[in-house]
């Protein structure tokens, strides 16, 4: 089974820039369509991007498109999706999850339950 592991959060101002990175381990990464979500304090988890399998397919919240970029390295070496975040605002502030949607299927779900295997998430945190 896949691990992952978010690493890349932090306190940044308004219109500040931040990268996401989450590491996998173990599973067949380049197999998996791969998600990333957020939850902010008293609000349910949210979908914000997601990637198929080799990058054909991507899709973004509506809060997010234009801002984030979502991007992955299937590589022996380094299997890594990140989500580079750009002209942050405070309500971006959250806890962000990356996760696997293990169905190895080839399309993108922003489904939550869709997704077996969560990290254990990265702090962001914007100030104005």
């Known amino acids: 089974q896949v691990q992952l592991v978010e690493s890349g959060g932090g306190s940044v101002q308004a219109g500040g820039s931040l990268r996401l990175s989450c590491a996998a381990s173990?599973?067949?990464?380049?197999?998996?369509?791969m998600g990333w979500f957020r939850q902010a304090p008293g609000k349910e988890r949210e979908f914000i991007a997601a990637?198929?399998?080799?990058?054909?397919?991507?899709?973004?919240a509506d809060s997010v498109k234009g801002r984030f970029t979502i991007s992955r390295v299937n590589a022996k070496s380094t299997s890594t999706v990140y989500l580079q975040m750009n002209n942050l605002k405070p309500e971006d502030t959250a806890v962000y999850y990356c996760?696997?949607?293990?169905?190895?299927?080839?399309?993108?779900?922003?489904?939550?339950?869709?997704?077996?295997?969560w990290g254990q998430g990265t702090q962001v945190t914007v100030s104005s």
């Open positions: 990637i198929a399998r080799i990058g054909t397919i991507i899709k973004y």
């Open positions: 173990g599973g067949t990464f380049s197999m998996y369509p």
């Open positions: 996760a696997a949607d293990e169905r190895q299927w080839i399309g993108v779900d922003i489904t939550e339950d869709k997704y077996g295997t």
